[in-house]
């Protein structure tokens, strides 16, 4: 049996579904629901159980798992509640690691690219305690996913026990269905879908820095395929541990991704470039592009998707259909 926590959610929900695809349906979810139809996510899924986080830790007592694939999480980098945060996405952490070193269970969990913070740092997967410690996070969200990062690296780097398997995964400007209970947090793609369907203009944010373009501030784009393509791999691939970026490596325009919808829809582009607000001017990132070549040194050979076809198949295969859930 698998446990996917956020399992409802985003990528957790792309992770079930691949898992069922490869005939395993004795998979667990730990998730909330909540009522903004995440439930949706799962829909066309077979789980073999469903479990509210405060019963995790109960619920875990003497079983025995393949895997626990722990991607939940309050994500939203504008979260404010630090209590919350830290007890979500750190103490369970911990517990959950902790639980996995006892019962020699695998653990691969998500880790973010916005512990980078703004970049100042490179965008390298230097894994050791003394990179870690050099990274400033910008919010509550990538401070916590650098302190378990840390804990982690910790007791890697004094040899104390850890899972036969821990791979802890810095996602990057992650795409892709299932994506749309995510309000703000969604891509800018999935957010403008129906403007450019309906031809209506699409509204991006014209560069304050000399030397750059209007929308061509640029993330490491990649599709959810992609990032289930390397969680798979690392199941297959027990001897596997590390901290690693999980990103294409190729930073691309927000101009690149919106007409690459237009692209697939075959319509003609209506962008409107607008200022940026005044309080996110001297914070804005306008480049991110992970660094994969650690990811390359284990072994990972699946390749990442260019984003025009990435774009194009979650748009054909999604988006402009009347169910976009996968």
Not at 136 to 150: A, I, Q
Not at 272 to 296: C, H, K, N, W
Request: charge should be neutral.
């Amino acid at each position: 049996m698998f446990l996917v926590t956020g399992g409802a959610g985003f990528i957790g929900s792309n992770v079930v579904a691949a898992l069922n695809d490869a005939g395993r349906s004795d998979v667990a979810v730990c998730d909330i629901l909540g009522d903004d139809g995440k439930w949706r996510n799962l829909a066309k899924r077979q789980i073999a159980d469903f479990v509210p986080p405060a019963e995790l830790m109960a619920w875990l007592q003497g079983r025995r798992l393949d895997a626990v694939l722990h991607l939940g999480a309050i994500s939203e980098t504008t979260a404010t509640d630090g209590d919350l945060v830290i007890e979500t996405n750190f103490r369970l952490s911990m517990r959950l690691l902790d639980w996995c070193t006892a019962t020699g269970t695998p653990l691969i969990y998500a880790s973010s690219a916005a512990t980078y913070g703004d970049g100042d740092q490179g965008f390298d997967d230097d894994g050791s305690v003394e990179a870690l410690k050099r990274l400033r996070p910008m919010n509550l969200y990538g401070w916590s996913k650098n302190l378990f990062d840390l804990a982690v690296a910790e007791r890697a780097a004094k040899g104390e026990a850890l899972p036969p398997q821990w791979a802890g995964l810095k996602f990057f400007n992650v795409f892709g269905p299932n994506e749309y209970h995510k309000g703000q947090m969604m891509s800018v793609l999935t957010r403008r879908f129906d403007d450019i369907r309906a031809g209506r203009v699409v509204q991006l944010f014209k560069s304050h820095r000399k030397g750059i373009a209007d929308g061509d501030q640029r993330r490491d784009f990649i599709y959810v395929d992609d990032v289930v393509r390397v969680m798979m791999w690392l199941i297959a691939t027990p001897r596997v541990s590390g901290l690693f970026n999980v990103g294409t490596g190729t930073a691309r325009s927000f101009k690149d991704l919106i007409l690459a919808a237009y692209g697939a829809l075959g319509a003609r582009p209506n962008i409107e470039y607008v200022d940026m607000p005044e309080e996110i001017r001297g914070s804005y990132q306008y480049f991110t592009q992970g660094v994969v070549d650690r990811l390359a040194r284990a072994g990972y050979n699946g390749g990442f998707t260019r984003l025009e076809d990435a774009v194009g198949s979650y748009v054909k295969g999604f988006l402009d259909r009347a169910d976009h859930y996968r």
